[in-house]
């Protein structure tokens, strides 16, 4: 029986994230607390000097922990211009960012209050993008117990961390990236890194990483 992948909530997931989600089905937590320097608001892109970390700011809270559902994005910097802008300069030459842009671009224009919602519109994007077809469902309370049923990966698909296949039932799958000549192959980036990179291929790069 395949286990469905228990995750958080994540920005331009890394390319694991999606290899996960195209297992078909998912859930994602809404009610752990809210955790800095992850993927929940962070996301790797290769950027002409090397790995590039791009951070979406969020609201301080005095005095209490957060739910993921609840966090709330700040504003008070132009995070989405400079992001945007790092992303143009990071893949203008790659093969499909002139192909996608247009639909990536309107999240760095609106204005979403919760991170989760930005989360999950930009998530449903990319796997409608790439042609996954997943069913993803959400917790109703936090999920403190083990289940023969459930994949936990909520803490190790981490920026931190390197990735466990044999606990993942994934392996990483190299492809072409920009600067890689110069940097030689970096893995786990964002999603966005192997959608600009390899356009309507992506969904096989993720299908191989199930085989390996």
């Not at 609201?59 to 790092?86: C, F, G, L, M």
């Not at 991170?115 to 996954?132: A, E, M, Q, R």
Request: aromatic fraction near 12%.
């Amino acid at each position: 029986m395949l286990e469905t992948p228990l995750l958080c909530q994540a920005c331009f997931g890394p390319v694991e994230y999606f290899a996960q989600l195209s297992k078909g089905k998912a859930i994602i937590e809404k009610h752990s607390h809210y955790t800095r320097q992850t993927y929940r608001n962070r996301y790797n892109i290769m950027a002409a000097n090397g790995s590039l970390s791009l951070t979406i700011p969020v609201e301080k809270e005095k005095n209490r922990k957060v739910h993921d559902k609840d966090v709330k994005i700040a504003y008070h910097t132009p995070w989405q211009h400079n992001h945007w802008q790092s992303l143009v300069s990071a893949y203008n030459s790659s093969p499909f960012f002139q192909f996608y842009a247009d639909e990536i671009e309107p999240f760095f224009t609106k204005k979403y209050s919760r991170l989760f919602d930005f989360n999950l519109d930009s998530t449903n994007l990319i796997c409608d993008l790439l042609g996954i077809d997943v069913e993803i469902n959400f917790t109703e309370e936090f999920v403190n117990s083990q289940s023969d049923e459930i994949l936990d990966l909520r803490e190790h698909i981490h920026p931190k961390k390197t990735i466990n296949p044999i606990l993942t039932g994934t392996s990483t799958v190299p492809y072409k990236q920009v600067f890689d000549e110069r940097h030689g192959f970096q893995p786990n980036l964002s999603i966005l890194d192997l959608l600009f990179n390899k356009g309507p291929e992506a969904f096989l790069v993720l299908e191989e990483m199930k085989r390996e």
